[in-house]
C-alpha cells in the first residue's frame, strides 16, 4: 500500500479507474444469468437507446459487461501519451461507466471519440491531451445509435449503410466541434455546476434533434420513441446492486484506510466548500478514495431510504433499475471535483423537501396520485444531476444549497423535451440552468459564508 499511496495523482487515478472497471467485469462473471451476458451486449449495442433506456431488460450480467469495458476503454483513452487523469477525469469516467447501464456502449461511444481525434489531428494536439473531451463527447451516444438504427424512421432498421454514413459524419462534426464548447462552458456557471460538459452536449442535442427530426422530417417530439422494453422489478436487482455497491465502496474505505487516511485528514475534505477544487491534489489521495467510499455508500443509503419512505419495504425492492443503478457512479463522479456528504446532503434534503411540499400542493387542488415521489425514476436521477450544485451549498450554507435543488426538482423532468431524450447529462444542463437563474442573485444579495463567518467577528 505505501508504493500506490506514493504514485502520483495521474498514476493512481488510472490505477483507480483500472480498479472501478474490473469490479464490473468480475460482477458480471459471477452473477446468476452470466451465462447470456455476452448475447446481451450484443443486444445492447444494436438497439437505440434514448434515456431512459433500462438495460436490465437485457440482462443483469450483460449490463455489468459492457459498463466494465465501457470502463476499459475510459481506462484506455487516459493512459494516451500527454494525459494527465485529474478531477476532471475522474467526472468524465465515473459518468461514462454509469451511462454504461442506460446509453452508451462501446459502439455508440466511438464516432465522437473519433471526432475528438479528427480534431486533435487537424489542431495538432497530441490525443492524450483530449482524452476529457473524448470522454464527454459519448453524452450524446443515444443521438448516435438513433441514427444508426433506424433514422429517418421510427421502425427499427438495424446495421445499414446509410445510418452507419449519417451517425460516423454527425459523431465525427460533433466530436471536432466539442472540444472549444467544453472550454467556454465553466464561464457560464462560474464553477457552481460540476457537471459543465452537459451545456455544450446538451445545446448539441437540442440543435440536432431541432435539424434532423423537426425540420427535416416534421416531427414533434413524442414521435421518437423507445424500442427497448422495461425490465420487471426483481429482487435480484436490488441484492445484486446493494451487494455490489457495498463491496465496491467499502473496500475503497478499507484501502484508504491502509494507505494511511486518517479521520482528521477526511474530516478536512468535509468542511471543503466543493467550489473549484480537486480533492486528490489538495489532500491527497488517501483522502479521496476515503470520499468515494463514504460518498457512494451515502447515495445507496439515500436511493434505498427514499424508496421505504415512498412506498416501504416493497417499493425498495422495485426501485433499482439499469438507470438508478448507473446512477449511483454518475453522481458519485463528482468525489474528487466538489462533492461530498457535507455539502451534498442539503441538495438531498432539498429534493426531499420540495417533493413532499407540491405533493401536498398537488392533492390540495384536486389530483389523485402524485408522479414525482422521491422513489419515481426521474426524480431519483435528477437527483444525482442536482449533486452538481452542491458549490452552491459548500459556498453559500444550507439553505441555499436546498434551494437550488428545489429549483432542479421543479425543472429536470421537463428539460428531456428540449434535446429530445439525446443528451444522457440531461441533470447536468438543467443545473446549468439553475445556475444561470440563481447565481447572479446569490451574488447580488447573499453573502458566502466565509463572508458571514468575517463579518460576526467584526462586530
Known sequence: MKKIKNLSQESFLKLF???????????????????????ALWDIMRYPCKISTNYFAYSFAGTFLNMGLVGLICTALCCLPGSKPNQVTTLGVLLTIGFGSWGINPLNMLPTV????????????????????????????????????????????????LGLGLALLVGLIIGFFLPA??????????????????????????????????????WKIGDIGKLTTWAAPHAEFFWGCNIFCVAVFGLCILFALLMGCKPKDYWQLLKDSGHGVCFSAKYGTPA???????????????????????GGAERMSTVWT????????????????????????????GYIVTSFLFGWIFKALGGE?????????????????ANGLSPVSGKYGFGYGMLASGLHYLLVTAVPDMHGGFCLYNGGFTAALICLLLVPQLE?????????????AAK
Request: with cysteine; aromatic share 14%.
Open 17 to 39: 479507474f483500472l480498479f472501478v472497471s474490473l469490479c464490473f467485469v468480475v460482477g458480471a462473471c459471477i452473477l446468476p444469468d452470466r451465462a447470456k451476458m455476452f448475447a
Open 114 to 161: 473519433l471526432g475528438v481525434a479528427l480534431f486533435c489531428l487537424v489542431k495538432k494536439e497530441k490525443l492524450g491531451a483530449m482524452s476529457n473531451a473524448m470522454l464527454y463527447s459519448t453524452g450524446i451516444a443515444p443521438l448516435i445509435s438513433d441514427l444508426l438504427f433506424r433514422y429517418p424512421g421510427t421502425a427499427y432498421l438495424g446495421f445499414n449503410w
Open 181 to 218: 464548447g467544453l472550454g467556454h462552458a465553466p464561464n457560464i456557471h462560474k464553477g457552481y455546476d460540476h457537471y459543465s460538459a452537459a451545456v455544450p452536449i446538451g445545446m448539441t442535442a437540442f440543435f440536432l434533434r431541432t435539424v434532423l427530426y423537426n425540420v427535416m422530417l416534421g
Open 288 to 310: 479521496f478514495l476515503m470520499n468515494v467510499g463514504v460518498f457512494g455508500l451515502m447515495i445507496v443509503a439515500y436511493f434505498n431510504l427514499a424508496a421505504f419512505i415512498d
Open 322 to 349: 439499469g438507470m438508478t443503478f448507473g446512477i449511483v457512479f454518475c453522481m458519485l463522479a463528482t468525489c474528487n471535483s466538489g462533492s461530498h456528504p457535507g455539502n451534498v446532503w442539503p441538495i438531498m434534503a
Open 369 to 385: 396520485t402524485y408522479g414525482l415521489t422521491i422513489s419515481n425514476q426521474s426524480i431519483l436521477i435528477g437527483l444525482c444531476y
Open 444 to 456: 447580488k444579495f447573499c453573502k458566502t459564508k466565509e463572508e458571514r463567518k468575517l463579518q460576526k
